[in-house]
Nanobody, 124 residues
Framework: QVQLAESGGGMVQAGGSLRLSCAASGRTLSSYGMGWFRQAAGKDREFVAAITWIGVRKSYADSVKGRFTISRDNAENTVYLQMNSLKPEDTAVYYC?????????????????WGQGTQVTVSS
């Protein structure tokens, strides 16, 4: 069993930056693919970014490409999402998720474990 805990959310002005962290407990994340997803109020949860277990391949939603960067530190059992040039439309609850097959895909159904989420609010 993997427990995931997100942190680093908060309120920021448009153009600002935040770094989200996803810390795991219960099992090492080194063999898991990891993803970040978000859900804005009244909308479905959507893919943001993902990284394979070895960290070689990363993928991003078009809406965040060039602004967000996903990374992982397997020694720290933590995954990060660096968010720059934030926009009001980035406002959402951000969730991290773990895929035990290691693929790190954009499909929510590929992920077995989810965190509770952290709120990000971007003001204009």
């Amino acid at each position: 069993q993997v427990q995931l805990a997100e942190s680093g959310g908060g309120m920021v002005q448009a153009g600002g930056s935040l770094r989200l962290s996803c810390a795991a407990s219960g099992r090492t994340l080194s063999s898991y693919g990891m993803g970040w997803f978000r859900q804005a109020a009244g909308k479905d949860r959507e893919f943001v970014a993902a990284i394979t277990w070895i960290g070689v391949r990363k993928s991003y939603a078009d809406s965040v490409k060039g602004r967000f960067t996903i990374s992982r530190d397997n020694a720290e059992n933590t995954v990060y999402l660096q968010m720059n040039s934030l926009k009001p439309e980035d406002t959402a609850v951000y969730y991290c998720a773990a895929d035990r097959r290691g693929w790190g895909t954009s499909s929510q159904s590929d992920y077995e474990y989810w965190g509770q989420g952290t709120q990000v609010t971007v003001s204009s």
